[in-house]
């Protein structure tokens, strides 16, 4: 919010009271408030960057608006930039013209890979800009102690960052585990944090796991995926963040936990975007659209976008349109669907009719291209992804399109020249990661295992997408083919790439730690949309397979994940052998 002294303070009064002219009035409009559930109607007054009320106002400057909706900017509580594959000067670019004006980031994934420093560089690349940037600091890098990254924060690390006036806590403490057995290491940030917000991660648990969990003070969950597990979690305290986002869509499972008496417990979170999501969707103003199309009020889902989520994480003064609160929200002709033709931030037009009125307060870039993208894989061999077969039956990561969950399938190895070996007839492919910042372990070999939901019918993709690690993943039909499409990602120190048995197909540089681009969000999606359809063309049903094949490393959501050193049983947390 921008800076008040005396007199501006004073100047706020005179316009509030009807004595001097606001700034900017608009007139004849309708006001969703947030704070009743009801729409008012009346000329809005916006003085100094600031609502000054709403009634019988005149201004230096006016529009009438004929009866246009005017909504509270939106907040997005709960995101992973990287996952948009944008730098956040592009993101801003992107979510703005949909009535997003602030976002409450989870930096983890560049953390994984390039520590604090990269933490840093995003808080830095984000100052200034027209969307607000919060900070949540990242709680468990590496994800979990399953699986190295190329960065380990302490407690003492993140504490650095503390007094900074954009973070605001620990982010989702996804070490669960660690919290119920009391790991020294978690309970160290905890402690330091225990006067901020921490966000939580906990995915199915319940009972007294989950009264342990709670107990030290964590806040929330973006994990649930039930409507008994959102009433549980709501019945002790948290707050529900109900996702939304490309991968992951809990929205119609849990719209019935919001209730008259929950509401103000609960918020949308989108988690993770994809760029093209973005481009055709939206952001949050597509998560609003999509609750009331299942039913909720509008002026609700508005609320869960907007009001709640300043809330939860102590945003005074925004999330309303209200006298006092700051100037940022969107105007749209109709109240459902929410489609903004005008947004306001800090007081100022900032995107009409779509379109960004200042592109110039959009460059950023700089900081973020100096940054490197660690790459330690040196040797990339098809015979390294034999595998002997020391069993007739194997365990295989079950894909779930639209989950971040997988199946811990027990099925027959498709056994050849005393090997198990990829199956495309029975959608039975091989999914590998290579360690990218410890080219020492197991002499630079990959964990390899079996895969079935990704229906590639020949070819492979890799990426250095990886959650949480970050490490370099690929999965395919047949060996040569991973080998190529993993030397492509090599030889462009990151990005993704989709082969034949041939040779390279498609491949999209990410050359920010190998997760982001610094290209605009048009061209990032051509290029996503490029290796998609070439993955698509080799047989791959699912609508997003590199954000699918992303979360296949993630060693804190069930069931089974695969991971540097092997197949990680998550409910048990410990890997476990290939062959059963």
């Not at 395919?476 to 991973?482: F, H, S, V």
Request: aromatic share 4%.
């Amino acid at each position: 919010m921008p800076p008040m002294d005396i007199a501006a303070l004073g100047e706020l009064i005179d316009v509030a009271r009807g004595r001097k002219p606001a700034e900017l009035c608009l007139r004849n409009v309708r006001i969703v408030n947030v704070c009743t559930g009801a729409i008012a109607s009346g000329h809005l007054a916006v003085h100094g960057g600031l609502i000054a009320g709403w009634g019988d106002y005149r201004g230096r400057h006016e529009m009438d608006l004929h009866g246009a909706y005017v909504a509270p900017g939106f907040i997005d509580g709960h995101l992973h930039l990287e996952s948009t594959l944008l730098s956040p000067a592009e993101f801003a670019k992107a979510v703005l013209p949909h009535g997003t004006t602030a976002v409450v980031l989870d930096p983890h994934e560049i953390a994984n890979v390039l520590g604090l420093s990269g933490v840093l560089a995003l808080i830095r690349a984000s100052e200034g800009l027209p969307v607000d940037f919060f900070f949540m600091l990242p709680s468990c890098v590496p994800a979990s102690p399953l699986d190295p990254a190329g960065a380990v924060l302490r407690g003492a690390d993140l504490h650095t960052l503390r007094g900074h006036p954009r973070v605001l806590g620990l982010a989702e403490m996804m070490n669960f585990p660690g919290v119920l057995h009391a790991d020294p290491d978690v309970l160290e940030k905890i402690v330091l944090f225990q006067d901020t917000i921490r966000d939580g991660h906990c995915p199915k648990l319940s009972g007294e796991d989950l009264n342990a969990y709670l107990s030290c003070g964590i806040s929330s969950d973006h994990e649930t995926t039930t409507l008994d597990e959102a009433l549980e979690k709501l019945s002790k305290g948290m707050i529900l963040m109900i996702r939304e986002g490309s991968h992951s869509k809990d929205l119609a499972a849990l719209l019935g936990a919001v209730t008259d008496t929950t509401w103000p417990r609960c918020l949308f979170v989108s988690d993770d975007r994809h760029p093209t999501d973005l481009l055709r969707e939206g952001h949050m103003d597509c998560v609003v659209n999509r609750a009331t199309a299942l039913g909720m009020d509008p002026v609700r889902a508005i609320t869960l976008a907007s009001w709640t989520a300043a809330q939860a994480f102590g945003l005074r003064g925004r999330g309303a349109v209200a006298p006092g609160y700051a100037a940022d929200f969107s105007v749209s002709p109709t109240v459902t669907p929410w489609k903004p033709t005008l947004v306001f931030k800090d007081g100022r037009c900032v995107v009409k009719d779509g379109a960004l009125c200042r592109p110039e307060d959009f460059s950023r870039e700089a900081i973020l291209e100096s940054l490197p993208s660690p790459m330690a894989v040196v040797r990339v061999d098809a015979e390294d992804l034999r595998v002997p077969a020391r069993g007739r039956r194997v365990r295989v990561i079950g894909v779930r399109e639209g989950s971040l969950l997988t199946d811990h399938l027990i099925l027959p190895a498709s056994i050849r020249h005393d090997a198990a070996v990829c199956d495309p007839e029975r959608d039975l492919l091989k999914i590998v990661v290579f360690n990218r910042y410890d080219s020492g372990q197991d002499a630079g070999l990959p964990a390899v295992g079996f895969v079935r939901g990704f229906g590639l019918r020949k070819g492979a993709l890799a990426s250095t997408v990886a959650h949480d690690s970050h490490h370099l993943i690929a999965v395919g039909a047949d060996d040569e083919a991973i080998a190529h499409a993993v030397r492509a990602v090599v030889a462009g120190r990151g990005g993704m790439s989709v082969a034949s048995s041939q040779g390279v197909i498609a491949h999209m540089p990410l050359p920010v730690a190998g997760l982001m681009s610094l290209k605009p969000l048009e061209e990032v999606c051509r290029a996503l949309e490029e290796v998609t359809e070439a993955a698509r063309a080799l047989g791959s049903s699912l609508k997003h397979p590199f954000m699918a094949l992303s979360f296949l490393a993630l060693p804190v959501i069930p069931a089974l994940k695969m991971t540097s050193r092997g197949l990680v049983d998550v409910e048990r947390f410990e890997t476990v052998p290939l062959f059963v």
